[in-house]
């Protein structure tokens, strides 16, 4: 069972950028698939950001934060981060790290993540 815990949110105004982390309780990215969603009040939740290979540099984004939103990680393999550039008000929303273990292959959306940090929440005025 991984331990995953966010930071990082903050109220920024548009175009202003932040940096998540997600500080995981054990080495994480050579054995687990490891992901970011966010989820807008009234909103389903959203995958936004996924390794698509453990210990690679492949990482799958969706639309709505391509070019703008970037994972990456930390030496020690515990901590995971988003870089979240040219911020939008569309972009408000509770931010999760989320991850399961790996079974080879690419990290694909389904199964489901099983292990998620508590959130941290990101605001973007205009």
């Known amino acids: 069972h991984v331990q995953l815990k966010e930071s990082g949110g903050a109220s920024v105004e548009a175009g202003g950028t932040l940096r998540l982390s997600c500080v995981a309780s054990e080495y994480t990215f050579s054995s687990n698939c490891m992901a970011w969603f966010r989820q807008a009040p009234g909103k389903e939740r959203e995958d936004i950001a996924r390794?698509?290979?453990?210990?690679?540099?492949?990482?799958a984004y969706a639309d709505s934060v391509k070019g703008r939103f970037t994972i990456s990680r930390d030496n020690a393999g515990s901590t995971m981060y988003l870089q979240m550039n040219n911020l939008q008000p569309e972009d408000t929303a509770m931010y999760y790290c989320?991850?399961?273990?790996w079974g080879g292959g690419y990290c694909a959306a389904q199964p489901p993540f099983g292990w998620w940090g508590q959130g941290t929440q990101v605001t973007v005025s205009s």
């Open positions: 390794v698509l290979l453990p210990s690679s540099g492949i990482e």
């Open positions: 989320a991850a399961r273990r």
